[in-house]
């Protein structure tokens, strides 16, 4: 076969091709863990909640970390990503101490409180820098580190507007939590953790990954001749 017989024989790719961005579900799935990750992430704050309820502080920290680390260790089994597993560890693992040394059951969320607290204000002061922290998101986890979005105003005001819309909701979801803390209501505040969770950052990252590519599928003016 001949080199141009050869080079005829392979499929021609374009840019279209390499530069394919993911589904709207394929990003969601990646970002969320999936619903596999999406329940695992649940169990050990669902298991204090309950053991909390029926039972003692003590045993329900002890068993909240016990399946966390069951969760990580089967998921390192089954050589799959552990990286959401690792994030819930972590987190439960400070929290759990928390609670251990005080002997409250509320200090268990008090590091999704500051986390959360953190986050929201961060994104707020990105925003009001022009330097919004949902673009650059964006570019290390969709965009493969590159970061063209900067030389588009159209796309940097996008990205300023989802990170303003992020932090509003972070701020208003921490402080219903900080309300509760700060209340002593312990009970509520676990379940306000659980219905507080999911549900929001679901919404925005759909809103994220909606707009976002509304946005860049947008046709472009034609470039002046000459140009």
Request: no cysteine; hydrophobic share 50%; net charge positive.
């Amino acid at each position: 076969m001949t080199t141009g017989q050869h080079r005829a024989a392979q499929p021609e790719t374009g840019p279209q091709d390499e530069e394919r961005l993911p589904t709207i579900a394929e990003q969601m799935a990646d970002q969320l863990g999936g619903w596999r990750g999406l329940v695992e992430s649940s169990i050990p704050v669902v298991v204090f909640v309950v053991a909390n309820i029926i039972g003692e502080l003590r045993p329900a920290v002890i068993a909240s970390v016990a399946v966390a680390l069951l969760i990580a260790g089967l998921r390192l089994a089954q050589r799959r990503p552990i990286r959401h597993a690792v994030n819930g560890l972590f987190g439960v693992a400070i929290g759990a101490a928390m609670a251990w040394r005080s002997g409250e059951e509320r200090d268990f969320y008090l590091p999704g409180i500051l986390y959360g607290i953190g986050y929201g204000v961060a994104l707020l002061i990105s925003a009001a820098i022009r330097q919004p922290l949902v673009g650059w998101i964006w570019s290390v986890l969709v965009a493969k580190g590159r970061s063209e979005w900067r030389n588009d105003p159209k796309l940097v005001r996008t990205f300023t507007q989802l990170t303003v819309l992020w932090g509003v909701v972070w701020m208003a979801k921490v402080g219903v939590q900080a309300g509760l803390y700060l209340a002593h209501q312990d009970t509520a505040l676990g379940v306000a953790r659980l219905v507080l969770g999911f549900p929001p950052y679901a919404l925005l990252l759909l809103i994220t990954v909606w707009t976002v590519r509304r946005v860049t599928r947008e046709p472009q003016p034609a470039p002046l001749p000459g140009a």
